[in-house]
């Protein structure tokens, strides 16, 4: 997170739910051809798969455009464990990623020394996601709500 915090002020994070799922691709396709306004607000966009670095590589050459951001592959679901990203079906839902994992997406301000969630959409199914324009708006309310500490710099 410390790389990111120092190249821009907001993370959207995508936890994805599997290889497989077309929902994830279709997310991740609508959000790349956005990426220019996500660019425009210091954001970066970090789809997050849940699969080794062999397959998130192969899921990611799936797609004709080349990705203006990092997919990252979290096989051992560290990150999505970190970050609480709903299962479903208890047991049965956590031996497949395509039973029990749902979409969850975040945006972390990670502006001042802290970084911080101030937005966090968890799917209560496939399909249950933000849109860009949901995910934008909510980058640029808290980029617009952001308040200077005055006791860092003269006011």
């Keep these: 997170m410390a790389d990111i915090a120092a190249a821009a002020d907001f993370a959207v994070l995508l936890f994805l739910r599997d290889y497989h799922c077309p929902k994830c691709k279709s997310q991740v396709q609508a959000v790349t051809e956005e ?12 789809p997050i798969l849940p699969e080794s670095r062999e397959r998130a590589s192969s899921w990611k050459n799936n797609f004709e455009e080349t990705f203006p951001f990092p997919l990252l592959a979290d096989e051992k679901k560290r990150v999505a464990e970190a970050y609480d990203q709903p ?8 031996l497949h990623d395509m039973l029990g994992r749902l979409p969850q997406s975040l945006i972390i301000d990670t502006r001042g020394e802290d970084a ?21 708006t909510e980058v ?7 308040v200077f500490d005055c006791s860092l710099v003269d006011c």
């Design 35 to 46: 990426a220019r306004h996500f660019n425009e607000h210091n954001a970066v966009v970090l």
């Design 87 to 94: 299962t479903r079906y208890g047991s049965v839902g956590a």
């Design 116 to 136: 911080e969630v101030v937005f966090s959409h968890r799917g209560d199914s496939v399909d249950d996601r933000p849109t860009v324009a949901e995910l934008l």
């Design 140 to 146: 640029e309310n808290v980029q617009e709500s952001f």
